[in-house]
């Protein structure tokens, strides 16, 4: 566990000395400022969209983090060859995948934690239909969420290079929500094989639009009833356990 | 060596700085002479793509207004008008077949628990929230009329905001000269709100005479001449209102005027 520790706190001391999470964070701050001082026909409190456009910039911001630090951390250990010092410390090559993958957890959530706390701000100042549950609710789901996406970029991480890793991370995160939408649609309206076999798709594929509560966020809906936040954690658990445990699996049997 | 260097940096930025203050120049100049063609420059990179994240901006618009939730125009088809609606209508036909889940088909049950599906309608003041994109819509596409009619609209029939409203307007009409649809709006807004009939039946009259020149349908021409008439008649000029009613009736017959 030490270990494990050791690695992911490598990783948050190279999240504050790079500079990408600073221009993130400056860039979100001023589009933010810029969206909820815009002006529209002397009509005050409109927020709706300012709520809408700076959860996704949390979750996009979040997300580019969570995919460039987890995707550059093995290839770029075996390329430079510090990987060999590491696992004659020794580790094993299972603690060295944890030690990533809560490393890419640590940054992208303490990322996250940040842009959110900012979008909070933004939130509590304007509009109608504040819920703070729902504010929870989104909190907890976006960990959740870069919880699978640093689990699925390490599990990618295995077999691809870095640039076509995160091209890969993109296009997923792009097209799920229409892609899930589509399989859903063809296993439910089809019947015999075809139905199975759409099923079967879309209970494989990782849901990252479940976590995705842009839509309840910014138009006031209610929150979520408990068992969708307990299903959903235990949804991530296991998807996560699952490509962790097939990441190191993979790894162990890499030819460094 | 390195003195001169900096020199010719600082002639390189000097012409540069030069040349940025001519272009700019030339791009007033040119906007002025070409009203259509006046995009925020930072629109300009968008190229034709423009019109298509415009309606996309429409289509967001849309979107809010249900709620954040996409809907089927079927479920509009009853004959009455979106904002005469009750607020909350109902549950999207989705859900109906949903129902019939198994309980163990979690991720089916899960997902359809998130998605926001029921449909509603903003109302009252609610309205304001679908005008960042109606506004976005016609600054991105200067040429989106509908833009600028359903700006318009919003603004000043459900928010109150006449002269806002007028202002916006006659910027679209600066941007489209020969748009009819721009001139009828407008014109409706002067005879329904500032029953200034004059200025209406000017805006009515310009517009008649674009709608003859494009392609329309008798509805759309019956919505121009009903407040063309009207305007006529609220100036006691019934003369010139007659022949914009007989048309209406040549229309439709069963209309009651």
């Keep these: 566990m030490r270990a494990v520790w050791a690695i992911a706190c490598g990783m948050i001391k190279e999240l504050i000395r790079k500079k990408d999470f600073y221009v993130l964070l400056i860039f979100m701050l001023i589009l933010l400022g810029f969206l909820s001082y815009q002006n529209f026909f002397d009509i005050g409190g409109v927020s709706r969209y300012v709520r809408d456009l700076g959860y996704s910039l949390v979750m996009f911001f979040s997300f580019i983090t969570a995919v460039t630090f987890t995707a550059k951390q093995l290839p770029s250990e075996i390329a430079a060859r510090t990987i060999y010092p590491l696992l004659a410390k020794p580790l094993s090559r299972q603690t060295i995948i944890m030690g990533k993958f809560f490393g890419g957890v640590l940054v992208s959530g303490l990322s996250f934690t940040i842009f959110y706390a900012i979008f909070t701000g933004f939130y509590m100042t304007g509009g109608e239909g504040k819920s703070l549950v729902l504010l929870a609710q989104g909190y907890l789901f976006g960990l959740l969420f870069l919880c699978l996406v640093t689990a699925l970029v390490m599990f990618f991480s295995n077999f691809l290079t870095m640039s076509a890793n995160i091209v890969l991370s993109f296009l997923l995160y792009i097209s799920i929500g229409g892609l899930a939408d589509s399989l859903r649609e063809i296993a439910l309206f089809s019947k015999g094989i075809i139905s199975v076999l759409y099923g079967a798709i879309y209970y494989f594929l990782p849901h990252l639009e479940f976590f995705d509560l842009r839509t309840r966020i910014t138009h006031a809906w209610d929150p979520l009833p408990l068992w969708v936040v307990f299903s959903l954690s235990g949804y991530t658990v296991i998807y996560c356990c699952a490509l962790l445990y097939l990441s190191g699996y993979m790894f162990e049997r890499k030819r460094l | 060596m390195r003195a001169k260097s900096i020199a010719i940096a600082i002639v390189c930025l000097f012409i540069a700085g030069f040349l940025a203050v001519k272009i700019d120049l030339y791009d007033q100049i040119y906007a002025i002479d070409h009203p259509e063609s006046d995009v925020p420059v930072f629109m300009r990179f968008l190229g034709e793509g423009r019109s298509i994240v415009s309606s996309l901006s429409i289509l967001q618009a849309d979107r809010y207004f249900h709620g954040g939730v996409g809907h089927f125009s079927d479920e509009h088809e009853k004959g009455i008008a979106i904002a005469e609606q009750d607020p909350k209508i109902g549950e999207s036909p989705d859900e109906h077949i949903l129902t019939d889940l198994s309980p163990f088909n979690i991720l089916f049950r899960l997902s359809d628990e998130i998605d926001v599906t029921e449909h509603v309608h903003l109302h009252g003041d609610q309205v304001k929230e679908i005008i960042p994109w109606l506004y976005y819509a016609a600054e991105i596409d200067p040429h989106n009329i509908q833009a600028y009619v359903l700006t318009g609209f919003y603004v000043c029939d459900r928010l109150g905001k006449v002269d806002q409203s007028i202002a916006f307007l006659q910027e679209g009409l600066r941007r489209n000269p020969d748009s009819w649809e721009l001139n ?17 039946a000017q805006y009515l009259s310009r517009a008649w005479a674009l709608l003859q020149e494009a392609p329309h349908d008798k509805f759309q021409e019956r919505y121009v001449l009903s407040f063309l008439a009207r305007s006529y ?11 914009f009613f007989d048309r209406i009736k040549e229309l439709f017959p069963k209309f009651n005027i």
């Design chain 2, 184 to 200: 009828a709006e407008l014109g409706r807004i002067y005879f329904q709100h500032i029953k200034n009939y004059e200025v209406s």
């Design chain 2, 233 to 243: 008649e609220a100036m006691g000029r019934d003369d010139k209102a007659a022949p």
